[in-house]
């Protein structure tokens, strides 16, 4: 039980950093929000055309290339495989796309989970460290997706360690302790 | 009756009903299982077939009932924890495991220990003693799942659907073993006919059968007790009870 | 449904185009066992053709559990299951792809081999239609049952040693009527009755064992 009484609801078109020290239950309240674990009491609100989740581990398989794994994933929510290289593009994947996802570096994996953000528009993004592994060209982009999916009415809930790459008045901060 | 349940569910109220109620059980189990080991073994008349062999039965036949039913309840159990995810119910199904096991160990023991004198040998592959032993791996099978579990509400739940599962096995494992057996007749077993049991006998039967339910009771009780206690020990309601207890004098 | 169902069967198949030791060394420990068995005992024993069904069947079995603790775990350990979770139909159709995938991958086959591992084992050739009716009922049901096993245990780190405790009780009754078929052709008499059981057992599994096996694998996030 790491948290009770809590209550919080998003606004679109705002960013919230979750913050706290390891293990004050940061991942748990966002497997929570997606609905990867069932709340102890309560209920969590979530928007009808849906989220992305994006966890610590990239859902990558290291046997299938890029582009295999990103199709697999279209198929899995059912949504249009069309956007997956102009996606990866965003993120100076496309080159990289027919090697197997076991060949590249973390930061490139990283780079190609937050590609499925691109690849079908969600609402609500619940992203759990993404800027683990990433470097400033890395943080760049994800600072343009932050400030493109927030200027389209979108909401992000993120917890990160290090400053996020978005510094401006959309952005609210909450500690948990 | 549903508002009921769930108070009922909450771990403060059970383990002070718990705490209440299981003295009386363990008073019950031992007055039963004494009036059955003593009619039993010494006042009911040697069976005219088996002679003092058949005594055996007293604590054979309630072991072999009860894992059989302690599987059923655990599998309920697990139903109740799955579907309405109540953490009680969680506990049960662990708590019941091991004493299950043991009760189905002690069948097995019992029944191999009779088998010597009847049918010459311990281990003969008749269809009760084969579904008693599936039965026990079935048990052991919760029991490494169990400890294989750092959290014990995952562990619990994965235990409960393999008891889920199991539960739907045991008759199919029942009626195979049966099928198995019928393909090979005119094989070493021997059923022994069964006479009507005199009243002298039978009593005593039951008194250990209901004692030992008692004490299965007991022993589940106090277990999930135990367990509700880890599990909630960082609680105010635990806090409060050790308290309690220690201005007591009892810690 | 459908949609999700086949393309997570072609990653599989997929997959295992690219890990082929994966699905072609259980076969290979299959030929090994019978013929160590046959080894164990007398040089052209009569009696080797008795044991034949149970000793193809238990060697099936352990055979399949080889590559079992694998069949989740990839996906768990790289945060595939999760996005399948999370997905449009839920991981029911995933679910059932992977364990149909492990059956076209090792049940299947298995069962194939069986045919000349019986009649090196001298079983009767009358025999075989039977004992391979009997192996291509029985070996889903292995698949069922073993990935509800391995769906239990996929966040555990010592899950190989405890897959054959879970998995060897519950498939009893599928030995029994799997080998008791070829065992009753050998004698002479109809083996229909334990075939239509063993059939009867796989409907009721492919109904429910994936089902369980999605709530176990659900179980493994919390």
């Known amino acids: 039980m790491l948290l009770t009484d809590f209550a919080l609801s998003l606004d679109a078109g705002v960013l919230l950093h979750l913050r706290g020290r390891n293990g004050a239950g940061k991942t748990s309240l966002l497997e929570v929000l997606a609905g990867l674990r069932a709340p102890l009491r309560g209920q969590v609100v979530r928007p009808e055309a849906g989220l992305h989740w994006l966890g610590h581990k990239n859902g990558l398989n290291g046997d299938l290339s890029l582009i295999e794994n990103l199709q697999y994933w279209c198929a899995l929510q059912q949504c249009s495989a069309a956007p997956i290289v102009t996606s990866l593009e965003r993120l100076g994947l496309a080159r990289l796309r027919y090697r197997a996802a076991r060949t590249l570096s973390a930061g490139q994996k990283r780079r190609a989970a937050l590609a499925r953000l691109l690849v079908a528009p969600r609402p609500l993004w619940l992203l759990d460290e993404p800027l683990a592994a990433l470097d400033v060209a890395g943080l760049d982009d994800v600072g343009c997706m932050f400030d493109q999916h927030l200027q389209q009415g979108g909401a992000v809930i993120v917890t990160s360690h290090q400053p996020l790459p978005l510094a401006d008045g959309r952005m609210r901060t909450m500690e948990l302790s | ?251 | 449904m459908f949609a999700v169902f086949a393309a997570a069967l072609r990653r599989e198949l997929r997959l295992a185009a690219r890990h082929k030791g994966d699905w072609l060394l259980p076969p290979l420990f299959y030929l090994i066992v019978v013929t160590l068995f046959a080894l164990g005992g007398k040089p052209n024993d009569p009696q080797l053709s008795a044991f034949a069904p149970a000793v193809l069947w238990v060697g099936v079995l352990l055979s399949a559990l080889l590559n079992l603790d694998r069949l989740f775990r990839a996906d768990f350990d790289d945060g595939t299951l999760e996005q399948c979770f999370l997905g449009a139909q839920g991981a029911m159709p995933v679910v059932y792809a992977k364990l149909i995938g492990h059956w076209l991958l090792g049940g299947l086959p298995l069962s194939l081999i069986a045919a000349p591992l019986a009649l090196q084992l001298d079983v009767p050739a009358t025999v075989l239609p039977t004992l391979l009716a009997g192996l291509l009922l029985g070996t889903p049901m292995l698949s069922l049952i073993g990935g509800f096993a391995a769906a239990l245990t996929v966040g555990l780190p010592r899950a190989a040693v405890l897959l054959p405790v879970l998995v060897l009780p519950l498939i009893g009754p599928v030995v029994i009527f799997g080998a008791g078929a070829a065992r009753a052709a050998a004698a002479g008499l109809s083996a229909a009755g334990p075939l239509y059981l063993l059939a009867s057992l796989l409907v009721a599994g492919l109904c429910l064992l994936p089902l369980a096996a999605t709530v176990a694998l659900r179980n493994s996030f919390d």
């Open chain 2, 1 to 251: 009756m549903w508002t009921w349940f769930h108070r009922l569910a909450s771990p403060p109220t059970f383990y002070r009903l718990a705490d209440r109620y299981s003295p009386w059980l363990a008073v019950l189990s031992l007055l039963l299982i004494g009036y059955g080991l003593v009619g039993g073994l010494w006042l009911a008349p040697p069976d005219y077939q088996q002679g003092d062999a058949f005594r055996i039965i007293y604590v054979h036949v309630p072991a072999a009932w009860l894992s059989l039913s302690g599987y059923v309840a655990m599998a309920a159990a697990a139903a109740v924890a799955i579907i309405w995810r109540i953490k009680l119910a969680e506990c049960v199904v662990v708590a019941i495991a091991p004493v299950g096991a043991s009760f189905t160990a002690l069948a097995l023991i019992t029944g191999m220990l009779w088998g010597k004198p009847m049918w010459g040998k311990y281990w003969v592959w008749d269809a009760r003693l084969t579904s008693e032993l599936v039965l026990l791996f079935l048990y052991l099978g919760v029991l490494g799942l169990n400890r294989a579990f750092e959290d014990p509400r995952a562990g619990a739940r994965a235990c409960g659907l393999l008891a889920l599962v199991g539960v739907v096995n045991v008759p199919i494992v029942h009626y195979s073993v049966e099928w198995w057996n019928s393909l090979h007749q005119g094989s070493t077993v021997s059923r022994i006919g069964k006479p009507a049991i005199a009243a002298s006998m039978l009593w005593p039967l039951l008194s250990m059968t209901f004692g030992c339910m008692a004490f299965f009771g007991w022993a589940v009780l106090r277990r999930v007790q135990n367990d509700v206690l880890l599990r909630e020990r960082r609680s105010t309601w635990v806090a409060a009870l050790l308290g309690e207890r220690k201005a007591a004098g009892h810690v």
